[in-house]
């Protein structure tokens, strides 16, 4: 039988590398968005508002996915409606694929929050966790919105009888514009403004992230790990951390990223100095810079996410994820992670979104 996969949320940084990778293996893939992604060739783009149950079983009528792989979600203010509207999500997609009898497997990108907690309580002294983070740890006593997603999967799956995979990366890493959560695309931007106004490459996080073990998810190796677990028969029915496969210090990484924008590196200096005020008063700065070298977004919101980059590096505590369970099945990809920033840097600029 041929593999029909269905990428929801294709325009993402996870979705998009994602469906590359499908792509790549000779899988017939379709990308549904609000708006389609048409800048991968191949792809099927599908437009469709998962909130609209009307208008998604529209979209989708003609097609009848063996493979679901959920890779979006959206921001709300409270826990409470992140939980009621993500949820809805993912049951709107399956109820109205339920009847055509064709999905085989669901592939759920949730993430490290799954052990950190929801954002209003991420890594709060409390609530820590054990590191490194394995997928055996209990859930949290606290309202998290990627349980409820998880919720929804398994109820679907015991109705429609598919198997399914849990995939938890820590900080995704890889090339994609307009995303809500994206430290590569953001530190590019911080480091080019740095660049072009003489300022220093400040550190904005916590003593704990600078002194401390770190490890980040490129999303060329999320994206291998879904399609391995979605065709692998003893990884199904399973959850698992996902990670580059390599460990650092981000006292040791952030003069190399510098290093390569050429801009002056600054350390913890005893506080947390956040991104997103170093930025609040830059939208003038990057539009001026965006015309001087002719680059394709102007809009700084649109190019970074440093709201999620300060959650990132502001945690109180080295956060790293086990990676044996995924390890003992057979996966063993793995890439260098001062290779992915780089890669990201070498992509936007190639794309001529940083000078």
Not at 57 to 70: G, K, M, N, Q, W
Not at 236 to 256: P, T, Y
């Amino acid at each position: 039988m041929e593999n029909i996969a269905l990428v929801v949320g294709a325009t993402g940084i996870t979705g998009s590398n994602l469906a590359e990778e499908l792509l790549a293996q000779g899988w017939i893939t379709y990308g549904l968005s609000r708006n389609p992604n048409t800048n991968i060739p191949g792809l099927r783009p599908i437009k469709a508002d998962l909130m609209n149950e009307q208008n998604l079983a529209e979209a989708l009528e003609d097609i009848s996915p063996t493979h679901i792989y959920f890779t979006t979600w959206m921001r709300n203010d409270t826990e409470e409606e992140n939980i009621r509207v993500n949820s809805m999500l993912v049951r709107n997609l399956l109820n109205i694929l339920s009847p055509k009898k064709s999905v085989q497997h669901v592939a759920l990108v949730t993430g490290l929050k799954h052990y950190l907690g929801p954002f209003e309580a991420y890594a709060k002294e409390g609530v820590l966790p054990e590191t490194p983070v394995r997928e055996e740890h209990p859930r949290l006593p606290l309202p998290n919105f990627y349980y409820a997603q998880e919720d929804e999967v398994y109820k679907a799956s015991e109705r429609d009888g598919f198997t399914w995979s849990i995939h938890r990366p820590h900080t995704v890493v890889g090339y994609a514009v307009g995303n809500l959560m994206n430290i590569g695309t953001t530190l590019a931007i911080y480091a080019s403004i740095c660049k072009e106004t003489g300022r220093k490459f400040t550190w904005p996080g916590s003593e704990a992230q600078w002194n401390g073990v770190s490890d980040v998810t490129d999303a060329r190796i999320l994206a291998k790990q879904l399609v391995w677990a979605s065709s692998t028969e003893s990884a199904k029915n399973q959850a698992f951390n996902i990670a580059n496969g390599d460990v650092f210090r981000w006292k040791w990484l952030w003069k190399r990223l510098a290093d390569w924008f050429g801009v002056e590196a600054e350390g913890f200096d005893g506080t947390i100095r956040p991104l997103e005020k170093e930025l609040e008063n830059d939208h003038g700065t990057w539009t001026a810079i965006a015309e001087k070298y002719k680059l394709k977004e102007s809009n700084l919101d649109r190019l970074s996410s440093a709201w999620h980059t300060d959650l990132d590096l502001g945690r109180p505590l080295e956060v790293m994820c086990d990676l044996s369970k995924s390890r003992k099945l057979g996966f063993t990809a793995y890439t260098s992670t001062e290779d992915s920033f780089i890669n990201v840097f070498e992509r936007l600029r190639a794309e001529n979104m940083i000078p």
